[in-house]
């Protein structure tokens, strides 16, 4: 019957593993539905081809589309955040494997100043970042496009070209080992549009802003001029393959072509109706792709073909509608499953119609504040853009009084690119957008004439554009009727540049006529991004709010129900588990501790300066760690104090000492303060928690002693979940110094509670048989089966939990996840270990026995680590705090009744041997955050491996060693 089970359980596991696998492999999907079988493109940037596939940038750079030789949809990969794959696609390209390479741009807070450059390889499930430009440190960082002018694959290798000042330089990716090698570095004097490389033959070719095209031959510095295709030629994206080349012409809106054995015949292949701005070439050379920044073709010499939308290949829909199914299937199985936790927890409260009432008031005070939130976000998203419009109007006039027009009147074609007249406007003009950098406006601007066809673009300040680009046609759209109507108008668009929000305004001549018009804008990315994310936020907040004011409320039930019991005795009649409420007490200290758990790490990562003589990590995981050694050592001492002194007196030191604690690192600045802080809120803990358990033990019948200890480990399991999602909360629109404000005034609720007690002083519990004997400690320790659970088990595993409380949070903030979200994540985590947990440790108790649940725990921990280790992103670091919020729900149960068990420890005295292992779980808790930060001076990867490999090896030699002896303890 037991084989059954395991083998049910093994089967269960094997396929939560295969769905697990499959939604995170498959987890771009989710950006696709189910129920629409075609994707319509919207803004499309670039689009190569390869191999049959064509690759596409679209929807402004924020998603990469795959097509396969049938031109179906087979991929999907967004992007548009630095949380995502991928921030900017500049560039993309695929190798013959399934990986696509990914040239990223992400864009700082300063307008279209470029943060960093990346070249990302994207697999099935798999992302890495193979090289990394950061431009923060650079006084005039890349703007807009970047540096990056081209990715493309040869011979499975990576090769990309990068304009870095006066030099152009090729880099190779080797795919075998992902090294990155510089191998062609060349001075450039031009003004560089755009670069190709040409693997085969060695050959760096470029377009210039001033028309031109040159190309740079093997073993040579030197640039040679192409002729030109025909006058007044406006050449801006090229590309080569095997000796062929292609580029774009603005003016002739087609793609002219010649080949590198003859580069004096240039020769117009296509024209178009529409300016065909960025182009790509298979590698065979038949296939040439070019995009309009709508729409996309596919071009050969007899016929062009719009692609405005594509079909999803079968497979890949098929995909698309197991991976919504199962998710589907997941969700409803969770609901199902809260449901019924929900309908369990209601029968087990004493007051249900005084729960229901205060549910009711809950919910519909959540309701309330969630109506109110909505309507003062939208009113203040609505005066934010106002205010932005109207700031930018009043910019962009000052930009327009600062035009000189006759020099403008001067600028008539392409070679007038950077002449004096150029200049001379263009400096007046960067030089007020640069002072609104400086106060924190990061506007652009842009300026445009017409000569009667199309909307030409004149100068930038990006500097990205030619002079006399051709931008759009004559007719109807708003740049024609600035000229035409000399009106201003204000714009919000998504086009392949991103997202923007601009003014167009007409300039004048002395006679009041409109020569030019000037366009002022601010991207909008960063403003989007922050409206979504401030919905987005307001809406789990309001949700977490309402999770921590019900588990309040059922706090609240318990507190009432206390001072219920407590009215109908008479003072004198109260025992010690009466004196005060134990539940609320052990409630009280745990929740305030946990509600700085969000963020302790980060903090102390920020305040900690170099002052010790430790390395970074290791002096990060000091206060943490002094914190849980101050714990442990009152924990042992504190029932003695309180034999001494009387519980409340006791109580009170506890209380007090961990209110000063919290004001010590509300009051006292920098790294120092929270080290000292930490220390008596650990110092505070112990005291409470050891005095609490003390009272527990007291109780007048085993049904008081009872019901002592489950107060106790529901006041624990509580606090810490209430903890971290109130601190969330508070972290919301606050900072840290709130929330130690708020934990000392929680501390001084609990000192008011312990007023009425009356202070016992009390000798502990009459001893057995085998207590009143003199315990053999060193005999007890080193008996097999005991020092194996000590220190192959119980302290491994007490140290693995820091991979909740130090690496998790230090972790996901390189990813710009904050400690609100932080929060909210333990909540969640909390909740399961609340409510799962106890039903979870029965079953896997009464399956597996108490020996094989520890082992079980051990194992899923160590497979916690692996699976960072494995895939090193911030998805399996999420799905590890999920795993760990399994384990830990029943590991403790787990742990305690293994040793329990043990016959060793009935010989020794249960008293004597469950001291032995508080002290052990409290040295594996104190030494988690050092040993933490110790393994992480190797990096994180190497940090977490090295861990993983130590509690594999532990957990084989407890199978090894952690067995009964054949000689019983005597």
């Known amino acids: 019957m037991r084989q059954r089970k395991l083998a049910v359980i093994a089967t269960c596991i094997l396929i939560g593993c295969f769905l697990a696998t499959f939604l995170y492999r498959n987890r771009e999907l989710r950006f696709l539905s189910p129920f629409k079988s075609s994707y319509f493109f919207e803004s499309v940037s670039e689009v190569v081809e390869k191999n049959g596939n064509t690759y596409v940038i679209d929807q402004a750079k924020k998603t990469v589309v795959v097509l396969d030789g049938e031109r179906k949809l087979v991929r999907k990969i967004d992007g548009g955040s630095e949380k995502a794959d991928f921030f900017y696609a500049g560039r993309v390209c695929g190798d013959?494997?399934?990986?696509?390479?990914?040239?990223?741009?992400?864009?700082?807070?300063?307008?279209?100043?470029?943060?960093?450059?990346?070249?990302?390889?994207?697999?099935?499930?798999?992302?890495?970042?193979?090289?990394?430009?950061d431009d923060t440190k650079r006084s005039k960082?890349?703007?807009?496009?970047?540096?990056?002018?081209?990715?493309?694959?040869?011979?499975?290798?990576?090769?990309?070209?990068?304009?870095?000042?006066?030099?152009?330089?090729?880099?190779?990716?080797?795919?075998?080992?992902?090294?990155?090698?510089?191998?062609?570095?060349?001075?450039?004097?031009?003004?560089?549009?755009?670069?190709?490389?040409?693997?085969?033959?060695?050959?760096?070719?470029?377009?210039?802003?001033?028309?031109?095209?040159?190309?740079?031959?093997?073993?040579?510095?030197?640039?040679?001029?192409?002729?030109?295709?025909?006058?007044?030629?406006?050449?801006?994206?090229?590309?080569?393959?095997?000796?062929?080349?292609?580029?774009?012409?603005?003016?002739?809106?087609?793609?002219?072509?010649?080949?590198?054995?003859?580069?004096?015949?240039?020769?117009?292949?296509?024209?178009?109706?529409?300016?065909?701005?960025?182009?790509?070439?298979?590698?065979?050379?038949?296939?040439?792709?070019?995009?309009?920044?709508?729409?996309?073709?596919?071009?050969?010499?007899?016929?062009?073909?719009?692609?405005?939308?594509?079909?999803?290949?079968?497979?890949?829909?098929?995909?698309?509608?197991?991976?919504?199914?199962?998710?589907?299937?997941?969700v409803i199985a969770a609901a199902g499953g809260l449901i019924l936790l929900g309908i369990r927890v209601i029968k087990s409260i004493p007051d249900k119609s005084g729960f229901g009432r205060m549910i009711l008031v809950v919910v519909s005070s959540v309701i309330v504040a969630s109506i109110a939130s909505y309507s003062s976000i939208s009113v203040l998203l609505e005066n934010h853009d106002r205010l932005v419009m109207d700031n930018m109007q009043v910019f962009a006039e000052s930009l327009r009084q600062r035009i000189d027009v006759d020099a403008l009147r001067q600028i008539e074609s392409i070679s007038d690119y950077h002449s004096a007249d150029y200049m001379n406007i263009k400096n007046a003009l960067d030089q007020v957008i640069e002072a609104g950098y400086a106060h924190n406006t990061y506007y652009y601007y842009v300026l445009y004439d017409t000569d009667g066809k199309t909307v030409n673009c004149l100068m930038d300040y990006e500097d990205t554009t030619v002079c006399g680009q051709p931008i759009y046609e004559y007719g109807d759209n708003e740049y024609t009727r600035v000229l035409q109507t000399g009106e201003t108008y204000s714009v919000s668009e998504i086009s392949s540049y991103g997202s923007w929000m601009f003014t167009l305004l007409p300039v004048r001549d002395t006679n009041g006529k409109v020569v030019a018009e000037l366009e002022v804008g601010v991207s909008l990315d960063k403003a989007v991004q922050e409206k979504k994310d401030l919905v987005t936020g307001n809406i789990i907040t309001v949700v977490c709010s309402c999770g921590v004011m019900i588990m309040l409320v059922l706090e609240g039930i318990f507190v009432l129900s206390f001072f219920e019991k407590r009215r109908k005795l008479s003072r004198d009649a109260w025992d010690i588990t009466h004196q005060m409420p134990i539940r609320v007490m052990v409630f009280l200290v745990y929740m305030t501790d946990a509600m700085q758990d969000a963020f302790i790490a980060i903090l102390c990562s920020r305040l900690y300066a170099d002052t010790l003589p430790l390395p970074r990590e290791v002096a990060i995981a000091l206060p943490m760690s002094l914190q849980l050694m101050a714990a442990a050592v009152f924990s042992m001492c504190g029932g003695r104090f309180a034999e001494k002194y009387g519980i409340r007196r006791i109580m009170q030191m506890g209380l007090l000492g961990q209110m000063i604690g919290f004001l010590i690192c509300l009051l006292v600045p920098g790294y120092t303060g929270i080290l000292a802080g930490k220390l008596l809120i650990g110092m505070g803990l112990g005291t409470v928690y050891v005095t609490c358990n003390t009272m527990a033990s007291l109780g007048g019948s085993s049904e008081l002693v009872e019901s002592g200890f489950a107060d106790v480990s529901a006041g624990v399991l509580s606090g810490v979940t209430i903890g971290a999602g109130l601190g969330s909360i508070i972290l919301s629109f606050s900072d840290y110094r709130i929330v130690y404000l708020a934990g000392a005034l929680f501390m001084a609720g609990g000192l008011v509670l312990t007023i009425p007690a009356k202070n016992l002083r009390f000798v502990g519990s009459q001893e057995t048989e085998t207590d009143k004997k003199k315990f053999p400690i060193v005999k007890f320790l080193l008996n097999r089966r005991v020092i194996a659970f000590f220190l192959l088990i119980l302290v491994p595993f007490m140290m693995s939990l820091s991979y909740r409380e130090y690496f998790f949070p230090l972790y996901v903030e390189q990813y710009g996840m904050d400690e609100v979200q932080i929060g909210r994540i333990y909540l969640v985590c909390g909740m399961f270990v609340i409510y799962i947990g106890p039903m979870l440790s029965k079953y896997v108790l009464r399956v597996l026995g108490a020996k094989k649940s520890i082992v079980l725990a051990s194992l899923c921990m160590a497979f916690d680590m692996a699976l960072f280790v494995l895939f090193p992103n911030i998805v399996s670091v999420l799905i590890g705090m999920v795993i760990l919020a399994v384990v830990i729900s029943f590991a403790y149960t787990c742990q305690y009744t293994y040793f329990e068990g043990l016959e060793e420890c009935e010989q020794a005295g249960m008293g004597n041997a469950m001291g032995i292992y508080a002290m052990f779980e409290n040295i594996g808790q104190t030494l988690g955050p050092i040993v933490y930060g110790a393994a992480l001076t190797l990096g994180n990867r190497h940090g977490i491996f090295l861990l993983f490999v130590l509690m594999f090896i532990l957990i084989g030699l407890f199978l090894q060693f952690g067995q009964k002896k054949k000689r019983e303890y005597k």
Not at 104 to 132: A, C, P, S, T, W
Not at 182 to 192: A, G, H, L
Not at 196 to 215: K, M, P, Q, S, W
Request: charged share 25%; net charge negative.
């Open 96 to 133: 013959d494997y399934g990986n696509i390479y990914i040239a990223d741009i992400i864009m700082g807070e300063q307008g279209n100043r470029i943060q960093k450059e990346r070249i990302i390889k994207i697999g099935q499930g798999d992302r890495r970042v193979l090289y990394e430009f």
């Open 141 to 330: 960082p890349p703007l807009q496009y970047g540096e990056i002018l081209e990715l493309k694959i040869y011979r499975d290798d990576v090769y990309f070209v990068k304009s870095e000042g006066s030099y152009i330089d090729v880099y190779r990716i080797l795919q075998q080992t992902e090294q990155v090698e510089k191998i062609e570095s060349i001075p450039c004097p031009y003004f560089v549009s755009d670069a190709t490389y040409d693997a085969a033959n060695r050959t760096v070719l470029i377009t210039t802003r001033l028309g031109e095209v040159f190309c740079c031959f093997p073993d040579s510095n030197s640039w040679s001029p192409v002729p030109a295709a025909f006058e007044n030629q406006i050449p801006w994206k090229i590309v080569v393959a095997d000796g062929e080349v292609y580029y774009t012409d603005l003016n002739a809106k087609g793609i002219c072509h010649f080949s590198l054995s003859e580069p004096d015949k240039t020769e117009l292949l296509h024209g178009n109706e529409t300016v065909l701005y960025a182009l790509g070439v298979s590698e065979d050379g038949r296939t040439i792709t070019a995009t309009d920044y709508e729409n996309f073709f596919y071009l050969d010499s007899v016929s062009k073909a719009a692609e405005v939308c594509a079909e999803a290949a079968i497979g890949y829909r098929y995909r698309v509608i197991l991976f919504w199914g199962l998710l589907a299937a997941i």
